[in-house]
T-cell receptor, first 114, second 109 residues
């Protein structure tokens, strides 16, 4: 069990550019979540996958945001035409049905949009 | 009104003190999570509760469903307990967790 891995750890980009983040969950976990956290706030839910199916999406996930989990393992979160308001920590978490919902979080990707 | 409120927002304690962190909520839930976040972002799940009380080491979590209130207690606090403690709500029919803003705890030696 190597834990939830997120890459990159930090991303600095210019406004208008596209960025993509990757999350590798714990291998047997079928549930994967993306959250966003800004300074001084708790995480906000973005989206949830069960295996490869995206079952829930927050209204926060505008049409510039897209997430995939093509083979039910790793997931990617893409932000197109980034805006300064997208600057935040993007957190990935995974869980397994059999663990009673306990979440395991990655260390996050810190995005700064200049 | 936020669905979940934590109090206090900040707390400074001396090593060895008994600490209580509170979480109140205003909606029906299926479970409540307590999480710990250290500087740098890493979040660790401490407890998931749907009723009663759970204990792990020096940490005790309780929940009162009728009063919509949960507490996290830390006995014999230590400087390594310094972190942000967050409660989060799970609602039936959704995988979305609703997080509180967290409470920053500093334990001084």
């Amino acid at each position: 069990d190597t834990g939830v891995s997120q890459n990159p750890r930090h991303k600095i980009t210019k406004r208008g550019q596209n960025v993509t983040f990757r999350c590798d969950p714990i291998s047997e976990h079928n549930r994967l979540y993306w959250y966003r956290q800004t300074l001084g706030q708790g995480p906000e839910f973005l989206t949830y996958f069960q295996n490869e199916a995206q079952l829930e999406k927050s209204r926060l996930l505008s049409d510039r945001f897209s997430a995939e989990r093509p083979k039910g393992s790793f997931s990617t979160l893409e932000i197109q035409r980034t805006e300064q308001g997208d600057s935040a920590m993007y957190l990935c978490a995974s869980s397994h049905n059999g663990q009673g919902g306990k979440l395991f979080f990655g260390s996050g990707t810190q995005l700064s949009v200049l | 009104k936020n669905e979940v409120e934590q109090s206090p927002q900040n707390l400074t304690a001396q090593e060895g003190e008994f600490i209580t962190i509170n979480c109140s909520y205003s909606v029906g839930i299926s479970a409540l999570h307590w999480l710990q976040q250290h500087p740098g972002g890493g979040i660790v799940s401490l407890f998931m509760l749907s009723s009663g009380k759970k204990k792990h080491g020096r940490l005790i979590a309780t929940i009162n469903i009728q009063e919509k209130h949960s507490s996290l207690h830390i006995t014999a606090s230590h400087p390594r307990d310094s972190a942000v403690y967050i409660c989060a709500l799970a609602r039936g029919g959704s995988e979305k967790l609703v997080f509180g803003k967290g409470m920053k705890l500093t334990v001084n030696p």
